[in-house]
């Protein structure tokens, strides 16, 4: 928490300062500065793939739609979009930086709604944090808490999603 406040980090995921000053941010905090390149590849060095949940997500696509809603910043985001392909699996989305809103806060859902022109009772939303989760469930829409593939896939058969191959 001490580090995420010292860099800015929920103001990056915002949107309310710049990716120069963020990477700067940090920067000041480590004792060997590291060149722009290696500090964006040290931030995204936190994602490790999971293969069954980007082939669910590629099924749903292509059966009900997929869309994403990311409280990330640019850096993040960029990085997820190429490193894996996001865009052969949803209809659309948007990271927290690009609209000033991040889950679980209601506005985010409603700005998702409008976006995506769907309403409430048509969403099915998935998500590993529980806050994010629950600020949905508020908005109406159906949620799920993602613990794990087989769970999520569950949860999505009991919603009388069809995962059929």
């Known amino acids: 928490e001490d580090f995420a406040n010292r860099v800015r980090l929920v103001d990056y995921e915002h949107g309310q300062i710049s990716t120069d000053e963020f990477l700067l941010n940090i920067n000041t905090l480590l004792n060997t500065p590291l060149d722009e390149i290696e500090l964006k590849n040290a931030w995204c060095g936190i994602f ?3 293969p069954q949940m980007l082939t669910l997500a590629r099924q749903l696509h292509t059966q ?3 869309y994403i809603i990311s409280n990330t910043g640019k850096i993040h985001w960029n990085y997820l979009q190429e490193r894996f392909s996001l865009a052969d699996f949803y209809k659309d989305a948007f990271a927290s ?8 806060v209601a506005s985010i ?8 022109g ?7 939303f998935i998500d590993d944090r529980l806050e994010n ?3 949905a469930r508020a908005c109406n829409w159906q949620a799920i808490h993602h613990r794990s593939y087989g769970e999520t896939r569950d949860a999505l058969i009991d919603l009388g999603v069809d ?3």
Request: net charge negative; aromatic share 12%; no cysteine.
């Open 133 to 135: 989760v629950e600020g």
């Open 118 to 124: 769907f309403s409430p009772e048509q969403v099915v």
């Open 109 to 116: 859902y409603k700005t998702a709604e409008e976006r995506f």
């Open 163 to 165: 995962l059929a191959p």
């Open 64 to 66: 009900v739609g997929v």
């Open 48 to 50: 490790t793939p999971i």
């Open 97 to 104: 930086f690009e609209v000033g809103q991040m889950k679980p």
